[in-house]
C-alpha cells in the first residue's frame, strides 16, 4: 500500500468510504419511508423542496470529498475530473455550503413563523440563493485565482479563510435557535435541533481542523491518510445529524417508523390532538335538514358536513369544503394557545391558500394576500373573509344540486335509521318491574306479569286468589 497517501485506496479510505454509503443510504430511507408507511401526501413548496435541497447537497458534499481526496485510485485524464469542479464548485457552493444554508433558511423559517407569528417575508428560493451568495463569490475567487495543485491541495493561506464559512453559518444556527427556546413546540422541534446543532458542532470542529491540516501538510503521509478519512466519516455524521431536525415535517416527525407507538393519524387536527377531528363517532348527532335553511349552519353538523363534502368530491370540488372543516378544526383549538394554532394554520395555508397548492382554494386575491401577509397567524379571524366567499360560492354551484341527489337521500336514510335506533334505545331501557293492580282477574293487562312461572293451574286460582 505505498504511496496510497497520494493515489489513495488505503484500507482506511474503503472503511470511510463504506460510511459515507451508509450514511446516505440511511438518509434516503428516512425521508421516503414515513411517506411510504403512512401514505402521506407529498407537501409541496420549501416543505418539500429545503428538505430535497438537503439530500441533494449531501450527496454533492460525500461525492466531492471522495472525489478531491483521492479515497478511491483513479487517474485524473477527463476534464470532468478537474479539482476546481470537485474540491472547489460541488465541495463549495453546491454541498457544504448549500446543505448549511438550507438548513439555516429552515431555522429563519422557524423563528419568523413561531416567534414573529408571520411566515417567512422571502421567497424560499430567494433566501436560500442569499445565503448562498458567499460561498459562490469565494469558489469564483478560487477560479479565477488557481490556487489547487495537481493534488487538488491549497495551503492554509486558502483553507483558513474558508473555513470560516461553516464556522459562521454554525453560529447563526446556534443563535437563531436559541432565540426560540421559549417556545414549547408540539412535534419536539427544538429538542431535535438542539440536538443536531450539538452533532453539527462537533463534527465541524473536528471537519474544520483535519481540512486545515490535510491542505497544509501534504508531505506527512500517515496524517494525509488520518485526515482524508475523518474528513468523510465527519461529513457522513453531519449530514445524517442535520436531517435529524424535524421542523420541516412536523406531520411526518409524529409517525416516526423508529417509535414504539403506532400513530394512525391522516390530518394534521388529529396529530395536534384536536377533538372530533378523525372520523365520526357514534355520539355525533344527526340533524333533521331542511333544504330552506342557511348552508352555513347546516354544515356546522359534523354528519352534514362530511355527506356534503362526499357530493362535492364527487363533483371534483371538494377543496372548498375540506378547507372549511379543517378551519372548523382550527376553530376548537382555545386562543391562548398559540402554538397549536400556528401549526394548524400553516398547514391549511400550505395546503389550500398558497399559489400552487395541493388543494388550492378559489378565493379573491386580496383575500389570499391578506392571509399570507398576515402579522399574526394565531388570529381568531385569519380565516373569516376565505370561508364567507367559499361558502357564497358553494351555494351557487353545489346547494341546489345537492338536494336531488344520491348523497342527500343516502344521509336521509342514515338519519332515519339513526331516529329509530334511538327510539329502540329508550323503549329497551325503561322499567319493565312488574306493577301491582287492584283488578285480579284475567281481564287485568297485567295479569301476566306478575303470575308467578309455577302459578296453580285454574282449578286452584281461587285459593291462589285468596
Same mark, same amino acid.
Given at each position: ?291 330552506? !335553511? ?6 356546522? &353538523?359534523?354528519?352534514? =358536513? /362530511? @355527506?356534503?363534502?362526499?357530493?362535492? #368530491?364527487?363533483? *371534483? ?105 334511538? !327510539? ?6 325503561? &322499567?319493565?318491574?312488574? =306493577? /301491582? @293492580?287492584?283488578?285480579?282477574?284475567? #281481564?287485568?293487562? *297485567? ?20
Amino acid at each position: 500500500m505505498t504511496g496510497c497517501d497520494v493515489i489513495g485506496g488505503c484500507p482506511s479510505d474503503y472503511v470511510s468510504l463504506s460510511i459515507a454509503i451508509l450514511s446516505f443510504s440511511f438518509l434516503l430511507l428516512r425521508s421516503t419511508l414515513p411517506f411510504v408507511f403512512h401514505k402521506v401526501p407529498r407537501p409541496k413548496g420549501s416543505s418539500f423542496w429545503l428538505p430535497t435541497i438537503h439530500i441533494i447537497a449531501s450527496f454533492n458534499l460525500l461525492l466531492s470529498l471522495v472525489m478531491s481526496l483521492h479515497v478511491v485510485r483513479f487517474h485524473r485524464t477527463q476534464w470532468w475530473q478537474s479539482c476546481y469542479i470537485w474540491a472547489v464548485w460541488v465541495n463549495g457552493p453546491l454541498g457544504l455550503g448549500l446543505l448549511l444554508s438550507s438548513r439555516l433558511i429552515q431555522a429563519a423559517h422557524l423563528y419568523s413563523v413561531f416567534v414573529k407569528r408571520r411566515l417567512f417575508p422571502i421567497r424560499s428560493y430567494i433566501s436560500l440563493s442569499l445565503a448562498l451568495l458567499p460561498w459562490v463569490f469565494w469558489a469564483t475567487l478560487m477560479h479565477i485565482k488557481q490556487p489547487l495543485n495537481n493534488r487538488c491541495h491549497t495551503g492554509s493561506r486558502w483553507a483558513v479563510p474558508y473555513m470560516c464559512f461553516p464556522v459562521l453559518y454554525i453560529a447563526a444556527l446556534v443563535g437563531i435557535t436559541g432565540a426560540i427556546h421559549h417556545i414549547e413546540f408540539k412535534f419536539n422541534e427544538l429538542k431535535d435541533l438542539w440536538r443536531a446543532i450539538l452533532a453539527t458542532v462537533l463534527s465541524v470542529a473536528v471537519w474544520v481542523v483535519s481540512y486545515v491540516l490535510n491542505e497544509s501538510h501534504e508531505e506527512i503521509m500517515w496524517l494525509q491518510v488520518t485526515t482524508r478519512c475523518l474528513l468523510l466519516v465527519m461529513a457522513s455524521i453531519l449530514v445524517v445529524a442535520f436531517f435529524s431536525i424535524s421542523f420541516s415535517q412536523p406531520l411526518v416527525s409524529v409517525m416516526s417508523l423508529n417509535k414504539k407507538e403506532s400513530f394512525n393519524v391522516k390530518t394534521m387536527g388529529e396529530a395536534l390532538g384536536i377533538t372530533d377531528s378523525g372520523l365520526l363517532s357514534p355520539n355525533d348527532p344527526t340533524l333533521d335538514v331542511v333544504p330552506n !335553511e342557511p348552508l352555513d349552519k347546516l354544515l356546522l &353538523n359534523k354528519r352534514f =358536513r /362530511l @355527506s356534503f363534502m362526499e357530493y362535492a #368530491d364527487s363533483c *371534483f370540488a371538494g377543496e372548498s369544503l375540506h378547507f372549511y372543516d379543517e378551519v372548523q378544526q382550527l376553530e376548537k383549538i382555545p386562543v391562548n394557545e398559540s402554538v397549536k394554532r400556528i401549526y394548524m394554520v400553516r398547514h391549511i395555508i400550505e395546503k389550500y391558500i398558497s399559489a400552487g397548492a395541493p388543494m388550492e382554494v378559489n378565493i379573491s386575491h386580496r383575500t389570499r394576500q391578506e392571509i399570507l401577509t398576515t402579522l399574526d397567524l394565531a388570529h381568531p379571524d385569519l380565516f373569516k373573509k376565505a370561508v364567507n366567499e367559499l361558502l357564497q360560492l358553494i351555494n351557487m354551484n353545489l346547494g341546489k344540486d345537492y338536494w336531488s341527489s344520491m348523497y342527500f337521500l343516502k344521509y336521509k336514510e342514515e338519519a332515519a335509521m339513526r331516529s329509530s335506533d334511538h !327510539e329502540l334505545e329508550q323503549v329497551n331501557a325503561w &322499567n319493565f318491574s312488574p =306493577r /301491582l @293492580s287492584s283488578v285480579h282477574c284475567p #281481564d287485568d293487562p *297485567f295479569y301476566q306479569d306478575h303470575i308467578p312461572r309455577d302459578s296453580p293451574s285454574l282449578d286452584t286460582h281461587g285459593s291462589y286468589l285468596q
